[in-house]
């Protein structure tokens, strides 16, 4: 397993922009030739900070990532010779999920993108290369290993001298369910929130003010200090409202119609459009809401919470008919997130997986329990009500033939795999031209066969 993940760089974690190499006088230089591509030290910096803002820092990051980088270029360099085209669906999917998943662990959207030093929307582009790339490699992958067949037999052969202490060890999991409540925005609030965007545009249309400077200092989204730009994006990498609004500009003079989103409500301009992206500034305001609109969501959800105990309706019943959590709305109510190592969906979080303040009140549930009402920051940064169920609670344990068969099967078939892999990658480095700069020739690598 190790050296297989040693292969494998696509875990789903932020990456920080390149201009952090300014910032600690850093000159970008290319440092690794593989093929025809080169790998930059600055694609480097941006994977070792990665890593560590993941909270997952690697020993020698600057033998161990440039080889990582090299070893994704011979697989997508094969998936071309191949012709292996990337899933769409597959990398929205991904990328829309790592921004969730991050949005939970900083609690806000401003939070993400001061730490990520990038707008949600460049962040979400980043995340869809990823699963492009990674979507190709796994195909390439199984090209080359796909074959591998394990029978229980063998799986058995292979643990039965292993002492269980070695075993692989699995944490606590849980299954959690959810209904959330947003809680209103007043008609006043609303009403304030447009006047103050009507006369932004205003003052924009009639040229008293540049749309960037208003941006600057009054949008509350993470791209107020690029002037609201927000890039040249594709249309499924914003929220649908928002997208059509969008592309339905033509006069970079004009300011959009007021938007309402998930998010708040926005006004735009357009800067350009090219093939299917187009780029915009914008600047948004969030609605403030009044205390007693929460106490109002608390207590309706205390109330569900007590129907639900008392079986006037089932918790999968009431997350259907009445959450706002769009995400787990037709799954019953039932959370889940992208696993980073496997970027496959599951429903079973280990405790610090979850949204903190979901953690805090799972802790000490039983399996039925359902939580007391309590607030909670959303995906899209918002502050909602929430009840949460322990649906079930999977106790900490090493691996077992009879409760985890799958994961043992997958570890066995895992390591014939990265064989046959391995034995690939050995080859193609025959193949394949690979220059070294030479500051960076002397490291201890996973294939010696680089530096020639």
Not at 293 to 319: H, N, V
Request: charged share 30%.
């Amino acid at each position: 397993m190790k050296r297989l993940k040693a292969i494998l760089i696509f875990a789903a974690v932020l990456v920080a922009p390149a201009s952090l190499l300014a910032q600690r006088n850093v000159v970008d230089e290319v440092i690794w030739v593989v093929g025809d591509d080169p790998i930059l030290l600055s694609d480097v910096e941006e994977a070792r900070i990665s890593y560590e803002m993941s909270g997952r820092p690697i020993d020698n990051p600057y033998c161990v990532i440039p080889e990582q980088l090299a070893l994704q270029k011979l697989f997508l360099h094969q998936a071309d010779l191949d012709s292996i085209e990337a899933d769409e669906t597959y990398a929205i999917r991904v990328a829309d999920e790592e921004i969730n998943a991050n949005l939970q662990r900083y609690g806000s959207r401003e939070n993400l993108e001061a730490i990520a030093r990038r707008s949600v929307s460049q962040l979400r582009e980043m995340y869809k290369k990823q699963a492009r790339d990674e979507y190709r490699t796994k195909q390439v992958q199984r090209k080359i290993a796909g074959n591998v067949k394990v029978t229980p037999a063998e799986v058995r052969e292979y643990f039965k001298d292993m002492p269980e202490d070695s075993l692989p060890y699995i944490p606590t999991k849980v299954e959690v369910q959810i209904i959330t409540l947003q809680p209103e925005v007043s008609r006043a609030e609303v009403e304030r929130i447009e006047n103050r965007l009507r006369e932004f545009a205003r003052r924009v249309n009639s040229g008293e003010s540049e749309f960037s400077t208003l941006a600057r200092f009054y949008s509350e989204d993470g791209s107020a200090r690029n002037g609201g730009e927000l890039g040249y994006t594709g249309k499924g990498a914003w929220v649908p409202e928002f997208a059509n609004v969008a592309f339905s500009l033509n006069d970079p003079k004009k300011v959009s119609k007021i938007v309402r989103t998930e998010y708040g409500f926005h006004i735009l301009q357009l800067i350009g459009k090219r093939g299917d992206k187009v780029n915009v500034r914008h600047i948004l305001l969030r609605p403030e809401i009044e205390e007693s609109e929460y106490e109002r969501g608390l207590a309706r959800l205390d109330s569900i919470g007590t129907d639900i105990r008392e079986g006037k309706f089932t918790f999968e019943d009431a997350a259907f008919a009445l959450s706002d959590d769009k995400n787990t709305r037709n799954n019953h109510g039932l959370m889940g997130y992208l696993d980073p190592e496997t970027h496959t969906r599951t429903s079973r979080f280990e405790m610090k997986e979850l949204p903190s303040e979901v953690a805090r009140v799972v802790e000490g549930m039983e399996p039925g329990d359902i939580s007391p009402a309590f607030r909670m920051t959303d995906n899209s940064g918002q502050t909602v009500c929430a009840i949460v169920k322990l649906k079930k609670r999977y106790p900490a344990h090493y691996a077992s033939m009879t409760e985890d068969f799958q994961l043992l099967k997958n570890i066995v078939t895992n390591d014939r795999s990265q064989k046959i892999i391995h034995d690939w990658i050995l080859e193609k480095q025959k193949k394949t031209y690979v220059r070294i700069n030479p500051d960076w020739k002397n490291c201890d690598f996973e294939y010696p066969n680089w530096v020639k």
